[in-house]
């Protein structure tokens, strides 16, 4: 039985009897029955016709895996709580200024439909991040507290994607999680630290399984 391996630039998971595929080059979502997959190391172990695997090597979502496959990553269900922001009548001129660059900064990223390529580069700029005393409570209450008046749809992406830039530049080391689920189809992505849920609701966020993640 040929096994195969996702490409390096696929995430997936399997939710609802499904596997899903994330191409980050192209920003978009595949799936297949799990019943009619590959074998594919970490994800399915099942013994499909000859060639089953055409078309999701045709997309560039998998490839013939080496002698010794690397495990696939897993990551627990969203937590169930909720970080809190508190009062940000406190916030100076200087956090909204960073507010307005991440928000920028988030909106130039996406402009150049290159998934891969932001989250690469923030999990660069995570890796740098210093950790210092600052107040993460604090911090989701300013950037909620600015988010409306920066002129962006509120669309998860972006929102999530702007608070975790944020964030970094306060030297904080939060994660940024993309979840999805089946039934019906449906993608999200949110920011989580130290176990809990920043700026977002622990009810949504539990009916999507975690695909992919800085």
Known sequence: MTTYQ???HVRACTDGGYI???????????SVPLRTAPAIAGLAD????????????????????????????TRGAAPGQKLLPTDHSRASLFEYGLCVSACWWTAGTLARRRLDLTLARLAELKSRAVM?????????????????????RRVCLFDALALFRFMLMHGLRP?????????????????????RLAGDSSDHC???APIAWV
Not at 20 to 30: E, Q
Not at 56 to 73: K, N, S
């Open 46 to 73: 099942t013994e499909c016709a000859q060639g089953s695997g055409a078309r999701l090597i045709e997309l560039g979502l998998i490839e013939q895996a080496r002698a010794c496959p690397a495990p696939q990553e």
């Open 6 to 8: 996702l490409s390096p």
């Open 20 to 30: 899903v595929f994330l191409d980050l080059r192209l920003d978009r979502y595949w």
């Open 132 to 152: 210092p005393e600052a107040d993460a409570q604090h911090l989701i209450g300013v950037f909620e507290a600015f988010r409306p008046w920066f002129p962006r």
């Open 206 to 208: 539990a009916s999507f």
């Open 175 to 195: 994660d940024l999680v993309f979840g999805v689920r089946t039934a019906p189809f449906a993608a999200h992505c949110w920011v989580e630290w130290e176990g």
